[in-house]
């Protein structure tokens, strides 16, 4: 294996200590991607890893846009935006910044997206084919969702298997999420390609209050 990609060996093993030891002795493997093109930043954000991410964004210094939304870094957001293609433009794995930002939980750097142009209905390119909305109701973001739904985010846009962020309001037990999502027009009986429903995938995860307000919404 190529020494670039020694880091993400170390983290695919779960080797955290192993992996610091690696990037004290070798400051550049920060800046590394792996064959698919995707950093070693984002790798660890992918594995839970935010510790590990922050210490990899001190010693890269400069973070691209995808990075920078996700880590919620504004003052390198907001240089990598002076360049205004870049805003819609998809990562080396399918997904705007948008998209990063609603999933990372930074409602500051979805804001300042917004402002900057970004499209509340992009489609990841990608099977998943999720917008910024599923990101944001999958990773329990209402802050996010809220903002993405002020400026129109479609609320019952499909991903990939049927799901619209209601079903992932319902898996995860969501009640807050669930209510915006509501509120704001979401059909509480939209079917996936399973053939199921908000409430019925809410009651098979034992989310029993949110499949009675899925059940009182109908």
Not at 58 to 74: C, H, N, P, T, W
Not at 175 to 201: C, F, Q, R, Y
Request: proline share 3%.
């Amino acid at each position: 294996m190529e020494n670039s990609q020694r880091g993400f060996e170390l983290l695919a093993a779960g080797d955290t200590e192993g992996l610091r030891r690696y990037l004290d002795e070798n400051p550049d493997s920060a800046k590394a991607c792996d064959t698919a093109g995707v950093s070693l930043l984002m790798d660890a954000l992918y594995h839970g890893k935010r510790e590990l991410a922050e210490m990899i964004a001190a010693k890269k210094m400069v973070l691209d846009i995808f990075e920078a939304a996700s880590l919620g870094r504004l003052d390198q957001l907001t240089a990598c935006l002076r360049i205004a293609a870049a805003v819609n433009s998809p990562s080396k794995d399918g997904f705007t910044a948008l998209h990063f930002a609603c999933y990372f939980g930074q409602a500051d750097a979805v804001l300042l997206l917004l402002g900057s142009g970004a499209a509340v209905d992009s489609v990841a390119a990608n099977p998943t084919r999720v917008m910024p909305l599923h990101s944001a109701a999958s990773a329990r973001n209402v802050a996010a969702a809220r903002l993405l739904l002020e400026h129109g985010a479609p609320v019952n846009a499909r991903q990939n298997g049927g799901w619209a962020p209601i079903h992932a309001a319902a898996q995860n037990g969501d009640e807050a999420m669930a209510e915006l999502l509501l509120k704001h027009g979401a059909d509480s009986e939209v079917v996936n390609d399973d053939g199921k429903t908000p409430a019925m995938i809410a009651r098979q995860k034992g989310h029993e209050t949110v499949a009675v307000l899925m059940e009182r919404a109908a």
